[in-house]
């Protein structure tokens, strides 16, 4: 079974930086494209970023392109997420996810495995 767990959330003034982290086990991470998704209170669940099995190809939503930055070490079955030049409208809980793709993915049907969440708060 694949367990994905966050972390690195927390709070944040407006034009701050912060770096989430998602480890991966029980599957062969190298595998899989991973993402990260986000949910503010009252929105649907939206595609904030994802990368390739390999490392080599990203793909960023519009409104954090530019800010935020995805990567992944497969030797520690880690993903991360640097987030830069926070907003106000970054305030969400953050997930990781799991796709069986060697591609990246923004549809959340393709993922198969989620993480709990972790939250970012971004004050104005």
């Known amino acids: 079974q694949v367990q994905v767990a966050e972390s690195g959330g927390g709070l944040v003034q407006a034009g701050g930086s912060l770096n989430l982290s998602c480890a991966v086990s029980?599957?062969?991470?190298?595998?899989?494209?991973m993402g990260w998704f986000r949910q503010a209170p009252g929105n649907e669940r939206e595609f904030v970023a994802s990368?390739?099995?390999?490392?080599?190809?990203?793909l960023y939503a519009d409104s954090v392109k530019g800010r935020f930055a995805i990567s992944r070490d497969n030797a520690k079955d880690t993903v991360y997420l640097q987030m830069n030049s926070l907003k106000a409208e970054d305030t969400a809980v953050y997930f990781c996810?799991?796709?069986?793709?060697?591609?990246?993915?923004?549809?959340?049907?393709?993922?198969?495995?989620w993480g709990q969440g972790t939250q970012v708060t971004v004050s104005s």
């Open positions: 996810a799991g796709a069986g793709s060697s591609r990246p993915q923004s549809a959340i049907y393709q993922y198969d495995y």
């Open positions: 029980g599957r062969h991470f190298s595998s899989y494209a």
């Open positions: 990368i390739s099995w390999t490392g080599g190809s990203t």
